[in-house]
């Protein structure tokens, strides 16, 4: 004889679920779903999804668990262009450079050293410091870098090299042999 899905559901889980439902039309006063969900969705966040997010968090380097500033990279006709949100920071406090591949930003956010932690009442902003990474695009020159930081906005100017301009690649067909 063949099972429902019903008492498979049971077997595999060991679950003791009454459900006259599917027998006479009607639910057993006896099962009571929410109670179970809640138990069960409180069961995968304290024992399998909060464990595994712990383990990544613990595996992120020191570094990187700090904030970020926000970015765009764009490209215009002569230059590849980096802009970095970085309010509050002072130019002295950031640095800029580039490898062949990879450009980095690295700075702090410091706090005003005239407001002492107990007279908060709220603070939102993060300090600290950041350290973001870009991926220089083929063609990029990354020894001409030109930076300049204005009302909190660091933009990047990398112009590109001859051999970094876009090109139509033309694609040849071949037809199949039969």
């Known amino acids: 004889m063949e099972k429902s899905a019903f008492e498979l559901i049971q077997e595999d889980w060991g679950m003791e679920l ?21 138990e069960m969705r409180r069961w995968f966040e304290n024992d399998v999804a909060g464990p595994v997010i712990r383990a990544v968090y613990e595996r ?4 990187q668990k700090s904030w970020a500033p926000r970015i765009e990279v764009f ?3 002569d230059n590849f262009v980096v802009k970095a949100e970085l309010p509050g920071i002072k130019y002295e406090d950031i640095d800029v450079s580039a490898g062949d591949d990879e ?10 050293s005239n407001v002492k932690d107990e007279d908060y009442h709220r603070s939102e902003i993060v300090y600290g410091g950041f350290r973001r990474s870009v991926a220089l695009p083929p063609g990029a020159d990354a ?7 204005e009302d909190g906005v660091l933009r990047i100017a ?4 001859a051999g970094g301009t876009k090109r139509k690649v033309p ?8």
């Open 143 to 149: 020894g001409h870098i030109e930076a300049t930081f």
């Open 18 to 38: 009454v459900m006259e439902k599917w027998k006479t039309g009607r639910v057993s006063p006896s099962w009571r779903p929410l109670p179970e969900l809640e």
């Open 103 to 112: 450009l980095m930003i690295k700075g702090e956010k410091k706090p005003e």
């Open 75 to 77: 490209e215009t006709s």
């Open 60 to 63: 992120i380097p020191e570094e």
């Open 158 to 161: 990398l112009p590109k090299t």
């Open 171 to 178: 694609i040849k067909v071949k037809k199949e042999k039969i």
